[in-house]
């Protein structure tokens, strides 16, 4: 049986497994860490499927290692025993008088119940802990949010249901809309459903028990106490990856349940943004600051892989400036922070600089249109004279458009789009776009990304048969697509798609030369000397996590027929690009 326990550890008091009752009787599990104090305090939470209990070099030692090598900071200022995967360190929290409750959430680690994410149920269950949380004696009545990835993504979700107590959310690198952020990207199946799944959540399923992790931090099971069968355990829980592939419209139940109305999220927030997070911690950390509600609201974008800047003293000082000005009333500067403030990378370096924007996208942007040549794969700043096509097989590497030498230096920091004129000789066609950069030589540039350390400047994805746009949310450098039905082509007819390319930032030197490739295919880096493996995934290949290579979804005898490109005076193809003029 499941004991709640109050322990003295480190300056903190830790209640290990308070329960948290629901309405419809379910008791989640939660552990705190708070000042050992008679004061009043506020509380960061996080609520998510990875094990409260799973030390972070326990159950993710690669991750672990990648943060700690590329910035040792991270470990200084803690003894670093109590250190969860993807929420704050309370070591490092607790000190400066917030308290930090973990929560696990239905049907995972300490906490019974159905295994489903993200739906509706898991909503409520975070708006009854919020308002639970902030009934305890020792809470000042005021919560925060904070976590990446997960707990960052569901922040979203509760914050359109408007908890009373909830005063301030931190959504570093999550995403907004499930569908098109993370499962169906431009309308082609992602595969991460599955390596993120099975591998990563059901280890610590709740009832795993004995067949799963003992915590290093107290010595209990993080899946338990119960250990269940392996038939118990699947009545008890989603196949994640089999509804990801079922629900192939944007419009299905599955995913609109899950849609929050970001209208209705008037919270503080912070959103951060990873610009290599192209496949999940990207898109919707953009649209979740530009369509909420929210009068006080800013937006960060960073580099490094997916959890480094979180743990790093800046990732940590920002989110105690931030909680602390919402959640403590502290003058602590947060009434000057600039509302959007961004790396800027730079080609054969990793050491960013940081700049200050008033808006997103930047006020000053030049939009810039490139025309694509398929006479000679060039891209010009006219039209061609000309009408030509180009042909490439479908599941391939396509084919690249490059400009001339750039004749200064070049930044580019915002949204893009393209448009193609496309046929294929055969009822639809899946076209993966990617932004390029090429020194002089042709080498290739490429930054650390989400996970992987080769990734492109920026990607864009379309499946020819969901190019339906919703014209009320389309923009001239953000084409937003409907996904509410299915429209074939027709073999040999060409067709006008506008496709949404995620937003990036680099500045390009002169004599550079900026590229558009056309492929069939995920991106493949170049070979660059360096690489990451994940063991059940193998090397990674530029993509990360998000390859696009189910077989069903994707059947050669529709997408790897011949599909042609057409360019010239009558059918203006073009990449729309955000150039930055020097302040």
């Not at 960013?352 to 249109?369: G, K, M, Y």
């Amino acid at each position: 049986m499941t004991q709640h326990r109050i322990e003295r550890q480190a300056g903190m008091i830790i209640e290990w497994d308070a329960p948290i009752e629901m309405d419809d009787g379910v008791v989640l599990r939660c552990d705190i860490f708070r000042p050992d104090d008679d004061g009043r305090h506020p509380a960061i939470m996080a609520m998510g499927p990875y094990g409260k209990l799973v030390h972070f070099s326990d159950g993710y030692p690669h991750q672990w290692s990648w943060i700690t090598q590329q910035k040792p900071e991270v470990l200084e200022g803690s003894s670093n025993a109590f250190q969860n995967f993807e929420v704050c360190d309370p070591e490092k929290f607790v000190p400066d008088g917030f308290a930090c409750v973990r929560v696990d959430s239905r049907g995972a680690g300490r906490s019974p119940g159905y295994l489903d994410p993200w739906c509706a149920r898991e909503a409520q269950d975070l708006y009854d802990c919020i308002e639970w949380c902030a009934a305890l004696p020792w809470c000042n009545g005021r919560i925060g949010l904070s976590g990446t990835s997960y707990l960052a993504m569901n922040q979203w979700q509760v914050a359109a249901l408007q908890p009373p107590s909830l005063g301030a959310i931190c959504v570093w690198e999550g995403a907004l809309d499930y569908y098109r952020d993370m499962a169906w990207h431009g309308g082609i199946l992602c595969t991460f459903s599955k390596t993120w799944y099975s591998p990563v959540v059901l280890p610590v399923q709740h009832g795993v028990g004995e067949n799963g992790y003992k915590s290093s931090m107290n010595g209990e099971w993080v899946a338990g106490p119960a250990t269940l069968t392996a038939e118990q355990l699947e009545a008890n829980r989603t196949d994640w990856h089999a509804q990801c592939s079922a629900n192939k419209l944007a419009t299905d139940d599955f995913w609109t349940s899950r849609l929050p109305d970001i209208t209705a999220v008037t919270t503080p927030l912070l959103s951060t943004a990873n610009w290599g997070g192209q496949g999940l911690h990207l898109r919707g950390n953009v649209e979740g600051f530009l369509d909420s509600a929210s009068e006080h609201k800013w937006l960060d974008f960073h580099t490094l892989d997916h959890w480094t800047e979180y743990y790093t003293d800046y990732g940590v000082d920002l989110q105690k400036r931030f909680f602390g000005y919402f959640l403590k009333d502290e003058d602590n500067g947060w009434a000057d922070q600039p509302r959007v403030h961004l790396q800027l990378r730079r080609p054969d370096t990793s050491d960013f600089d940081w700049r200050d924007e008033n808006e997103w996208p930047l006020a000053r942007t030049q939009w810039t249109t490139w025309y694509l040549d398929a006479e000679t794969a060039a891209l010009n700043t006219e039209p061609p004279k000309r009408a030509a096509t180009i042909s490439y097989r479908g599941n391939s590497d396509g084919v690249t458009f490059v400009t001339p030498p750039l004749a200064q230096e070049t930044e580019l920091t915002g949204p893009m789009a393209a448009r193609l004129h496309v046929s294929s000789d055969t009822d639809d066609a899946d076209l993966f776009l990617v932004v390029r950069v090429f020194a002089p030589d042709f080498r290739e540039i490429v930054f650390p990304g989400h996970i992987d350390p080769n990734t492109p400047i920026a990607q864009g994805w379309l499946r020819a048969s969901h190019r339906k746009l919703d014209e009320r949310r389309s923009l001239p450098y953000r084409p937003f697509h409907s996904h509410d039905e299915i429209q074939k082509l027709t073999p040999g007819q060409s067709y006008a798609l506008d496709i949404e390319i995620l937003p990036s930032c680099v500045v390009i030197p002169q004599g550079y030369r900026i590229g558009l490739t056309v492929r069939g295919r995920d991106y493949v880096a170049p070979s660059v000397g360096h690489n990451r493996e994940i063991s059940h995934l193998g090397a990674l290949t530029g993509v990360g996590l998000f390859r696009h290579d189910d077989p069903d979804d994707r059947p050669a005898a529709v997408f790897d027929g011949t599909v042609t490109l057409a360019t010239g005076p009558e059918n203006k193809a073009f990449l729309l690009l955000p150039v930055i003029p020097p302040r």
